[in-house]
């Protein structure tokens, strides 16, 4: 066949496969016009989810009634006005393709009138031809109207799952948007019934009362971070450990207010609940980053729904520590009230924050806890803190050993206590138990010894390409800790040997799940301390798991011989140390 340009109706269609890829393209395009012309109040609306119907529309600034047609040309937008901006995009829309490519798939009016107008102007479009425009009466704003979506590629429309389906995806597109945009009244209308309706009256809190229920909404803590050195921020709201959902779904990320899906930050923010959650149970959070322009690109994707950083270590521990520390700051360790700094003893801890009084991430304490006093420290873990953002262990010098405990029982299936001479400690089971796992880990990676156990059966995993390359990368390492892999073409690989310290039952997803790791936090540490951190991980008990007495004290004695039992490979505290001294001064015997 000669080649030829493609007829200009088909290179339309071509083109706006890749932006409207089903019904709640359609919405989230016309959400985020909404959203740049300033609207306040936004309403959807769906018939036969959203390819019988859909409408939105807003009270924002309208179109002048002379660019409404040029509007639906390909490539054209008002949002973008010199070429430098495109390295710093601060609107939703910018590319100029969406108006064009739901007009080519669909049979679609518009009506806008600018505010200070007083007439409007429409036009109707038929699978991407102009059928209709003029001056036209409507309020203020801009209403847009699309049906029969598809209808003129049916191969398109039979890839569509079922109207509740697709239906599914636009409440559950509309409802994020609420959350991140709590100034604006959005409401969908599902049919005749209206499934949403939020208050925009700026208050975060209620936009999530509208989406979630008011019962969940007791259940979030308030996140609001800013790393005063990169001004990166992150705000929003994160489950308390208490809350937590089946899969994945529940959390929410923005950036800069963009809704975005992004498999590192999902990792940053389960990260920073490690430990805290119950095997296979993920924490609902709706965040926002805030990042200058120039820090992410946006223009990666046609659907605007991925953007790259330019630096994705910085937005990963924006992210965890942001999150690490409205969990920290909301332990129930905190109704403990801590005494005024002065009062303790001569030569005691009083900077002494190593416990939950500090997050062991940032050097903050002090704007969450005005008076850090004595309480929870642990000895020696004091004064050698770093300022700044350095992991803790950092800091902590080898003679900081625990003196014997004696283990006193658990609490909520999570704590053990346990007392020494010198008061009482509260112990974290995982925490605990993955420090002891790590020091074995990498004492044995450095001897060489043997820590490779074959399994009885290999295991097939399923790579993805991104995977496949870290493991290509980290191949020696990976067998230096005792995995053993085997091509299986493709994608596909074989285990044959795991580390023997491994006690999981589905070595697949140790596996994956370490690399994965080790892609995304590799980053930001030492890989090998990663790789150690993800095994330990995979293997130490967990919270809500009981443990015997003899277990328990099993436990606590790997505990004192390890180098630095204070913090888990995390950085996180393992124990909590509740001096005598200060327990008698609270119960007024000194
Ligand atoms: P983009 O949003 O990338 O600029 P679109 O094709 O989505 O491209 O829209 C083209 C232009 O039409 C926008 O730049 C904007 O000027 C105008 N526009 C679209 N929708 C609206 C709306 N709801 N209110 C005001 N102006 C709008
Ligand atoms: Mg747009």
Redesign the pocket.
């Known amino acids: 066949m000669p080649i030829r340009q493609l007829p200009h109706e088909l290179a339309g269609q071509i083109a706006a496969g890749e932006v409207v890829e089903r019904p709640v393209s359609v919405v989230k395009?016309?959400l985020?016009?909404?959203i740049?012309?300033g609207?306040t109040r936004i309403s959807v609306e769906i018939r036969g989810g959203g390819i019988e119907k859909i409408s939105?529309a807003?009270d924002?600034?309208?179109?002048p009634p002379d660019?409404v047609v040029l509007?639906?040309q390909r490539h054209?937008?008002?949002?973008?006005d010199h070429p430098g901006l495109l390295d710093a995009i601060p609107?939703?829309?910018?590319?100029?393709?969406?108006?064009?490519?739901i007009a080519a798939v669909s049979q679609m009016t518009?009506t806008?009138r600018q505010q200070d107008t007083d007439v409007g102007y429409g036009v109707e479009m038929a699978w991407g031809k102009l059928m209709g425009e003029g001056s036209q009466g409507c309020p203020p704003?801009?209403t847009?109207q699309v049906g029969d979506l598809f209808g003129n590629l049916p191969a398109r429309r039979n890839f569509l799952r079922s109207p509740t389906a697709e239906g599914g995806r636009i409440g559950d597109l509309v409802a994020r948007y609420a959350l991140a945009y709590p100034q604006i009244a959005f409401s969908l209308k599902v049919g005749d019934r209206t499934t949403l309706s939020t208050p925009g009256d700026g208050r975060q809190a209620n936009a999530m009362v509208a989406v979630y229920g008011a019962d969940v909404v007791t259940n979030l803590l308030e996140v609001s971070w800013e790393d005063p050195d990169s001004g990166y921020s992150v705000e929003g709201f994160t489950g308390n450990p208490s809350l937590h959902r089946a899969n994945r779904t529940y959390m929410t990320f923005f950036v800069n207010r963009r809704w975005i899906q992004s498999r590192m930050l999902t990792f940053a923010l389960e990260e920073a609940y490690h430990g805290l959650l119950p095997e296979k149970r993920y924490p609902l959070a709706v965040l926002n980053l805030v990042l200058p322009y120039e820090d992410v690109d946006v223009n990666s994707h046609p659907g605007k729904r991925e953007v790259r950083f330019r630096q994705d270590g910085k937005v990963y521990s924006a992210l965890q520590r942001g999150v690490r520390d409205a969990l920290l700051a909301h332990s129930p360790v905190r109704s403990v009230q801590s005494p005024p700094i002065g009062r303790g003893p001569v030569g005691s801890y009083e900077a002494g924050v190593g416990g939950f009084f500090r997050s062991p991430f940032d050097g903050r304490t002090s704007q969450t806890f005005s008076t850090p006093g004595d309480w929870g420290s642990v000895p020696g873990s004091g004064q050698s803190h770093p300022e700044g953002y350095g992991p803790p262990e950092a800091a902590l010098t080898p003679q900081q050993t625990l003196p014997v405990l004696r283990v006193v029982g658990q609490v909520r299936l999570t704590y053990i206590v346990a007392e020494s001479p010198d008061g009482m400690y509260l112990v974290d089971q995982h925490a605990a138990h993955e420090r002891v796992l790590f020091d074995r880990i990498v004492r044995e990676a450095s001897q060489r010894e043997s820590l490779s156990q074959p399994l009885l059966a290999p295991v097939h995993v399923e790579l993805t390409t991104g995977q496949v390359s870290t493991l290509a990368e980290q191949r020696e390492f990976l067998s230096d800790y005792g995995f053993e892999l085997e091509e299986f073409g493709g994608t596909a690989y074989l285990v044959r040997s795991v580390p023997a310290v491994l006690t999981t039952r589905d070595p697949g997803k140790a596996l994956v799940d370490v690399l994965d790791m080790v892609a995304f936090e590799g980053l930001l540490k030492e890989r090998e301390d990663v790789l150690a951190a993800s095994l330990a991980c995979h293997s130490a008990i967990r919270a809500g798991q009981s443990m015997t007495e003899p277990e328990m004290r099993a436990l606590l004695e790997q505990l004192e011989v390890t180098d630095n039992p204070h913090t888990c490979p995390h950085g996180r505290p393992t124990l909590i140390h509740f001096s005598a001294y200060n327990m008698e001064r609270e119960f007024g015997r000194r």
């Open positions: 395009e016309l985020e016009n909404s740049d012309a609207a939105v807003d924002g600034a309208g179109i660019e509007a639906f054209a937008t008002s949002k973008l609107t939703l829309g910018f590319r100029g393709e969406a108006l064009p490519s518009m806008t704003g801009t847009v």
